[in-house]
């Protein structure tokens, strides 16, 4: 950048938005989860933290609402307001958490589980389309790369 530009500072490096990593990943996140949950929001009246939750509860394996935020990394209270309105629309229960006390373990409900039969194939029809204009090699890649760098940036925040 020219030094007689006075919005630059000296010595500061250049950073362009459009070319820093964590800010496309950040945009391509929102771009894919806006495009997914286009096929279920209008639909079924799940918003895609809500979608989060079942996804995961959909699993079959009872979970923490703290599990949720350390599976999803979600934010706790995304995560509580989620499990809030599940809960309220009687789509997942509370049970005691022999194990700890002071939380729940979280499940879908009959109710739950049949809205995540119903949304799975739509959720993976939309991946498929998504995935549609790569190879089967760079699927992989994107894979690998994608749990790379998850585990990169975890590695890093835990120091």
């Not at 703290?66 to 307001?81: H, Y």
């Not at 809030?84 to 002071?102: F, P, Q, V, W, Y």
């Not at 949304?119 to 992989?140: D, H, S, Y």
């Amino acid at each position: 950048m020219d030094d007689a530009d006075p919005t630059h500072a000296p010595g500061v490096p250049d950073l362009r938005l459009g070319d820093y990593l964590p800010y496309r990943l950040a945009i391509a996140s929102n771009q894919v989860s806006s495009m997914v949950a286009q096929a279920y929001q209008s639909r079924f009246g799940i918003t895609i933290w809500e979608w989060r939750v079942i996804a995961i509860l959909g699993e079959g394996r009872p979970v923490t609402a703290q599990g949720l935020c350390d599976v999803t990394a979600m934010d706790k209270v995304s995560v509580s307001r989620a499990v809030r309105a599940l809960a309220d629309r009687g789509l997942l229960e509370r049970s005691s958490n022999r194990a700890d006390r002071r939380s729940h373990l979280l499940t879908l409900t009959a109710a739950g589980r049949a809205i995540y039969a119903e949304i799975t194939p739509v959720a993976l029809e939309a991946e498929r389309a998504l995935l549609a204009g790569l190879g089967p090699e760079q699927v992989a890649l994107l894979s690998t790369l994608l749990d790379r760098l998850r585990d990169r940036a975890r590695d890093l925040k835990a120091g």
